[in-house]
């Protein structure tokens, strides 16, 4: 299959917790992709894929990048600065939503949460569906919290939309949830038979939460998800 590739540039850099970055690339013209598709970065020796967390009628391509001590990948983007150039192919992945609007939950552990974003803001935003959708978003410590405060103007101006996140490893003064995201989901559940499940995070939180529900008699057709 051959792959087309763009030329973009860096247009914003900074930091969402201590080891997740947050990029802004422009959009190449008519660089069209759907809410949950991914993209590679290409580099001299290496590439990489990570997952659109912008929405499709955004004007940028917004990256959520988790770095890695001594990754190859994660010491470029480090160090990258604004206005460098970088190479980034065709969105890919089938991973996505679609126009129908149905109730929906999503379940994302970490930098997972990049493209459930993308759905979750196309969906409210621009799709403008009513039925109801809810994230429960899995962290391990409070330096590693981020996009919250996004989530919660989101679920204050949009009435359908609610969310919950958890700590698997909270210090001893953490007034919040607390432990893994499987321990919270089941209460959740209200429709097992017209809700759609994406998941998204490690591979064991998904093979966890796949379980969880199919054992709770959810059909396997209506489980989506995506490992990182």
């Known amino acids: ?36 598709q991914f993209l590679q970065i290409f580099f001299e020796n290496l590439k990489r894929s990570y997952s659109i967390f912008s929405k499709p009628s955004d004007e940028t391509i917004d990256l ?5 001590a001594g990754g190859e990948a994660s010491e470029i983007f480090k160090n990258i600065t604004v206005g460098e150039n970088i190479k980034i192919s065709d969105p890919m992945g089938h991973f996505i939503i ?8 999503y379940v994302a552990t970490g930098s997972g949460i990049a493209p459930i974003v993308s759905m979750l803001r196309t969906s409210l935003e621009d799709y403008a569906h009513k039925s109801k ?31 919950d996140f958890t700590l698997s490893r909270p210090s001893e003064n953490w007034k919040g949830n607390t432990g893994r995201v499987s321990a919270h989901l ?43």
Request: hydrophobic share 35%; net charge negative.
């Open 98 to 105: 679609n126009e129908d609007d149905v109730e929906r939950t």
């Open 133 to 163: 959708i809810y994230l429960l978003f899995g962290i391990r410590y409070e330096e590693d919290i981020f996009y919250i405060k996004e989530l919660e103007e989101l679920s204050n101006k949009y009435t359908n939309f609610s969310f």
């Open 186 to 228: 089941p209460s959740k559940i209200t429709d097992k038979k017209n809700n759609q499940f994406y998941l998204c995070g490690s591979p064991d939180m998904v093979k966890d939460i796949r379980k969880l529900l199919i054992d709770s008699d959810v059909d396997m057709k209506n489980i989506k998800f995506e490992i990182f």
């Open 64 to 68: 959520c990048i988790k770095c890695l």
């Open 1 to 36: 299959m051959t792959i087309n590739t763009y030329q973009t540039n860096i247009i914003k850099k900074e930091n969402l917790n201590i080891d997740t970055l947050y990029f802004q690339l422009k959009k190449p013209a008519n660089y069209d992709f759907k809410p949950g």
